[in-house]
């Protein structure tokens, strides 16, 4: 039973345009959500994250929107760019995370062409 | 800048030996958690410490696996009796947890093991 999904396994984008991942989760004790950026042969990369009592964050190029009632997240990248492309990860977890464990979907991968 | 790092980076093992990753946390880093990925999947926690005490370790995959982190600062992660089920992307992770309320993990490089 997954609790956090990521329907698109991938992405395509040109170079300049806006890249948005999508995310979905059902556990409704979830209170706050991480991307994570992932290359090829290395670790996951913490990208942005937003707690349950916001709806969006910022940061440079990366926005993260949250709708709580439709528990759903997205990442906006603006403007994509080739380096950019790597498979992204929402993870989630419950009392802000104090409690250990993040679930994680099971990525898309985003390819943004020049 | 120290990053998470582990060690080795690749493992290659016949079935039945005994295997032993190392994980070193960003130093000031209390917590440290350990993760398996496989092929077209997300991180899968495995387990957990707060300094030295290990505070979740219901989800390690079975009694062949262990973890210890007995000073509280770097980490190993054992497998005994290798199967080729245990072959995956081991990763580790650490994070400050100091009363606030978020606690964000940040991972290390991965030990890719793979059982012959």
């Known amino acids: 039973d997954q609790q956090v999904k990521q329907n698109s396994p991938s992405l395509s984008v040109q170079e300049g345009r806006i890249s948005i991942l999508n995310c979905d989760y059902t556990n409704s004790m979830f209170d706050y959500f991480l991307w994570y950026k992932k290359y090829p042969a290395e670790g996951p990369t913490f990208l942005i994250s937003i707690s349950s009592i916001k709806d969006k964050n910022e940061d440079g190029r990366f926005t993260v929107f949250l709708n709580k009632s439709a528990k759903h997240l997205s990442l906006h990248i603006v403007p994509s760019q080739p380096g950019d492309s790597a498979v992204y990860f929402c993870?989630?977890?419950?009392?802000?995370?104090?409690?250990?464990?993040?679930?994680f979907g099971k990525g898309t991968k985003l390819s943004v062409k020049p | 800048d120290t990053g998470v790092s582990q060690d080795p980076r690749h493992k290659i093992t016949k079935r039945g030996q005994n295997v032993t990753f190392r994980c070193d946390p960003i130093?000031?880093?209390?917590?440290l958690y350990w993760y398996r990925q496989t092929l077209g999947q997300g991180p899968e926690f495995l387990t957990y410490?707060?300094?030295?005490?290990?505070?979740?370790k219901s989800r390690l995959l079975s009694d062949r696996f262990s973890a210890e982190r007995p000073k509280g600062s770097f980490s190993t992660l054992e497998i005994q009796r290798t199967e080729q089920g245990d072959s995956a992307m081991y990763l580790c992770?650490?994070?400050?947890?100091?009363?606030?309320?978020?606690?964000?993990?940040?991972f290390g490089p991965g030990t890719r093991l793979t059982v012959l």
């Open positions: 993870a989630a977890s419950n009392y802000g995370g104090s409690q250990g464990n993040l679930i």
């Open positions: 410490f707060q300094n030295e005490a290990q505070l979740e």
């Open positions: 130093s000031e880093h209390n917590r």
């Open positions: 992770a650490s994070s400050l947890l100091n009363g606030g309320t978020t606690d964000t993990q940040y």
